[in-house]
């Protein structure tokens, strides 16, 4: 195993258990093993007998802030990378917790490896995978491949600026190095650069291959609503159809709903059985946000969304 993961991890595993102890949380929510190579796993522990059970290393991918909305009546520790993190003050701005309700373990984050680029890579199937220093180590029954991991970041990893989380009650490992902003990922600048009507068509295609599950809006901490619009039948919103017009009406609609709240976890895209690049807008909306009212999710632990609040100065031109 990767000597700082390791660190961290050991580091984790101490700390849940101490917070389990002394009682100062209910609960821990971390990364345990998951089922398959390639995958951990959401674990959640009361027992601090348990806390062996928790692990680090660069597959764990999930934004472990959605899962608070469900233990909202409990003392909860949790690991947070830089993403989790703003997650958490996003929330918490919408009064979602109560200041003293929360501990959190910050990682600084490592960056993630997409499971399925390094899947793409190799030929067969893939029957244990680990970290050995700055390589993955991926083997199958007939092979064994040792690939970069650089080279197999995650798009939203890739672009990521705040890998050291905003805010932490305890730091579990080094402070990482923070990349110099890119405005936005490369492939979605090239994207914008396009015309309407071909952006328009691209947006199409993709959404036509979605099959409806809501495995995104499940991934994303930002979607907590009770009755998500797409379950309303008073109003009814969406019909339940695969048509043109209800998937696209859905991913639109999401998008906004993000406007000023997203921080570009892409937990919504990992979690997509059908892999449609959800960030294409939730990145070009961040980016918005950013040059129209700066401001950037979750950095900020005062400040409402722009969505959330308004200004006697704000600019009314589209008011006519
Ligand atoms: S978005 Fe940033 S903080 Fe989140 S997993 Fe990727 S690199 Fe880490
Ligand atoms: S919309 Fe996607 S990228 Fe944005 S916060 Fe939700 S899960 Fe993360
Ligand atoms: S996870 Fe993918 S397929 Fe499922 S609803 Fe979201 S975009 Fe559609």
């Known amino acids: 195993m990767e000597e700082r993961s390791k660190a961290i991890q050991d580091r984790i595993r101490e700390k849940a258990r101490e917070l389990l102890l002394n009682k100062t949380v209910d609960l821990i929510i971390g990364f345990g093993e998951g089922s398959f190579p390639l995958r951990t796993t959401p674990r959640f522990i009361r027992d601090p007998e348990k806390t062996d059970r928790l692990i680090w290393n660069s597959f764990c991918e999930n934004n472990l802030a959605t899962y608070l909305h469900k233990f909202n009546k409990f003392k909860v520790g949790i690991v947070v990378k830089g993403c989790d993190a703003r997650s958490v003050i996003a929330l918490s701005l919408e009064k979602r917790f109560k200041p003293d309700q929360l501990f959190l373990m910050g990682v600084p984050c490592q960056r993630m490896v997409d499971r399925r680029k390094v899947k793409r890579a190799v030929k067969g199937e893939i029957l244990r995978a680990f970290e050995q220093g700055d390589q993955i180590v991926v083997e199958g029954e007939e092979f064994k491949t040792i ?92 019909e339940k159809s695969l048509s043109p017009s209800d998937l696209e009406f859905y991913h639109i609609v999401r998008a906004y709903h993000q406007t000023g709240r997203c921080t570009g976890c892409g937990a919504c895209e990992r979690a997509c059985p059908m892999e449609i690049r959800l960030t294409y807008l939730t990145q070009k909306l961040n980016r918005d946000v950013k040059e129209l009212f700066n401001y950037e999710t979750g950095i900020d632990t005062k400040t409402l969304p722009p969505l959330s609040t308004y200004d006697m100065e704000d600019k009314q031109d589209f008011i006519k």
């Open 147 to 238: 690939l970069k991991r650089d080279d197999f970041f995650y798009p939203s990893c890739q672009v990521c600026i705040h890998r050291n989380p905003i805010q932490a009650d305890v730091l579990v490992g080094d402070p990482v190095e923070e990349s110099p902003l890119i405005e936005i990922h490369p492939e979605i600048q090239e994207f914008a650069k396009k015309s309407a009507e071909e952006r328009w068509k691209y947006f199409e295609k993709e959404s036509s291959r979605c099959i409806r599950c809501y495995a995104c809006r499940e991934a994303c901490p930002m979607c907590y609503c009770a009755e998500c619009f797409v379950d309303s039948s008073n109003p009814k919103w969406i």
